[in-house]
Nanobody, 115 residues
């Protein structure tokens, strides 16, 4: 099994910043990519950003220029630096790991942006 542990969520004011972390452990042998998804109340889960083990990154249009995903391969950890946060960024953020066709998910961490 693969375990993903997220941290770093919380309450922040509009324009503020937060940094999320996700550490993977367990049966990790061939990670394809890791990333962050989010789900707001009443909405579908959506991709925020992802990063391959080669370092290629992808972002949702809504977060480009504000969020940055990075990784530490030695620690099987990824980060999401979120700047200039907006109320519409409020959601539960989930860490995702893709390995050999399987998707693994963290338990989620709440991010709330107050105006």
């Amino acid at each position: 099994q693969v375990q993903l542990v997220e941290s770093g969520g919380g309450l922040v004011q509009v324009g503020g910043s937060l940094r999320l972390s996700c550490s993977a452990s367990g049966r990790i042998f061939s990670i394809n990519a890791m990333g962050w998804f989010r789900q707001a109340p009443g909405k579908q889960r959506e991709l925020v950003a992802d990063i391959s083990m080669a370092g290629n990154t992808g972002y949702a249009d809504s977060v480009k220029g504000r969020f940055t995903i990075s990784r530490d391969n030695a620690r099987n950890t990824i980060y999401l630096q979120m700047n200039s946060l907006k109320p519409e960024d409020t959601a539960v953020y989930y860490c995702n790991l893709r390995q050999n066709g399987y998707n693994y998910w963290g338990q989620g961490t709440q991010v709330t942006v107050s105006s």
